[in-house]
């Protein structure tokens, strides 16, 4: 005598379909968890020349144990260079800081339970005659750089992979990546006037000289729901390819091949 009784091949069929979509919608991106960091908005002024980068799982992932949080966070500040003593730590979140002289936030990296990693470094500020500022695209791209190399890090990974289910696998990344665009200080608002690169500056197409910046930052489309250990030399590229063409540089593309390679060779160094 069966213990099951007879197979009904149209509810096995229902279970499979409601099965697959269960399997679906946990392994499809949302893109949300991006929108907890700290900086959302590129319209602002800010004290500094800040690289801005900021990196968050595409999907939703259970947030690490808070002790976890204090134990990765501090390892992740120490390889960049920061005190591993967190300026602020809260349940869910820890920010880690370093001062310039005149003891203004000039470096900082942001930590939080649900894996959103985000740093805001301070550039270089080259004066221009006309009372504005020039930046170097190989700092910037350099730092970006030791950045990346952290998002592919182990201790980044298990901030993501924190739940058992997650240890399998290695979740995709959304990136979001900014230059600053205008700086406040003693003589008030200035904007920067010019990306210098390795070799000769490329053309720009206008005679508009003053920085832009896209509402959602460069790299927002092409650096979706990306492997986490996507190479820095491919994440360098496109923010400054999109930095370039978003200011009306044009005939860039050796400018940007010397000033990559400048920069991984600074990160080797």
């Excluded at 501090?74 to 005190?83: I, Q, T, V, Y």
């Excluded at 406040?184 to 990306?195: F, H, N, S, T, V």
Aim: net charge positive.
């Amino acid at each position: 005598m069966p213990l099951l009784g007879p197979l009904d091949p149209f509810r096995a069929l229902t279970t499979l379909r409601s099965d697959a979509a269960r399997v679906a919608r946990a392994v499809q991106p949302d893109h949300t968890t991006l929108n907890e960091r700290s900086l959302r908005t590129y319209s602002g002024v800010m004290t500094h020349a800040f690289l801005h980068a900021a990196v968050a799982p595409s999907r939703r992932v259970r947030p690490c144990a808070t002790d976890d949080l204090v134990e990765r966070g501090a390892a992740l500040a120490a390889d960049l260079g920061l005190p591993p003593v967190p300026y602020l730590a809260g349940a869910n979140s820890q920010r880690f800081i370093e001062g310039d002289d005149t003891g203004s936030e000039a470096r900082s990296l942001f930590v939080t339970r649900s894996a959103v990693l985000e740093m805001l470094w301070a550039l270089e500020q080259l004066p221009t005659e006309d009372g504005g500022w020039a930046v170097r695209a190989v700092d910037a791209c350099s730092q970006l750089a030791r950045f990346v190399a952290l998002v592919r890090g182990d201790d980044y990974g298990r901030l993501l992979r924190g739940s058992r289910r997650m240890r399998v696998f290695d979740p995709r990344v959304d990136w979001t990546l900014g230059i600053t665009a205008t700086t406040a200080g003693d003589a008030g608002q200035r904007g920067w006037r010019d990306i210098i690169v390795i070799g000769p500056q490329p053309d720009r197409a206008s005679g508009h000289v003053f920085g832009f910046m896209p509402p959602h930052g460069y790299g927002a489309q092409r650096l979706h729901n990306v492997k986490r250990k996507l190479g820095p030399d491919r994440i360098v590229r496109v923010m400054l390819e999109e930095w370039l063409r978003a200011n009306g540089y044009i005939r860039a593309s050796g400018a940007v091949d010397r000033t990559v390679d400048a920069a991984m060779a600074c990160g080797r160094t």
